[in-house]
């Protein structure tokens, strides 16, 4: 067996590191923070991360649910082509990161999303995330994993 692997990944752990997302994140990019139901709000990693984020321009898609649909996700995908997002800041557990790895995919393909678990199309968005479970494990990919 013979093969080359990348996987350009970049890790800023511990307490105050959601700060570094400052400088992170190019100050040219159009940014869209996806997070779930609302959890960030009320253990202060939402104002943390807005305030990382006041030299960029961003806009935010929350909602994403357990286990998130597609249907979900379409709505997150239709945000990213109307207002030419060209950064994605997953904020969350699982189903966010999950969820923000297929819209990162689907994003620059023109066709039905669903296309990406059929393997018609390989294209992606650069993202970022910031997981604050604690006992959370992440699949530290720059793109996706089909599940």
């Known amino acids: 067996m013979k093969f080359s692997y990348v996987n350009?990944?970049?890790i800023h752990f511990g307490q105050g590191q959601i700060e570094q997302i400052t400088n992170s994140i190019p100050k040219d990019s159009k940014v869209l923070v996806i997070y779930g139901g609302g959890s960030i709000k009320k253990n202060g990693v939402y104002d943390q991360v807005t305030a990382a984020l006041s030299g960029h321009e961003w806009l935010e898609f929350s909602g994403v649910e357990a286990n998130p649909t597609k249907e979900t996700l379409d709505k997150a995908i239709d945000i990213v082509k109307a207002e030419n997002v060209t950064y994605l800041l997953a904020v969350g557990g699982g189903?966010?990161?999950?969820?923000?790895?297929?819209?990162?995919a689907a994003s620059l393909h023109n066709g039905d999303s669903w296309d990406l678990i059929t393997g018609a199309t390989n294209q992606k968005l650069?993202?970022?995330l910031v997981s604050y479970l604690h006992c959370q494990q992440l699949a530290l990919s720059p793109i996706w994993a089909p599940w």
Do not use: E, L, N
């Open 8 to 10: 350009p990944t970049v």
């Open 126 to 128: 650069r993202f970022h």
């Open 95 to 104: 189903s966010v990161i999950d969820g923000t790895k297929y819209v990162a």
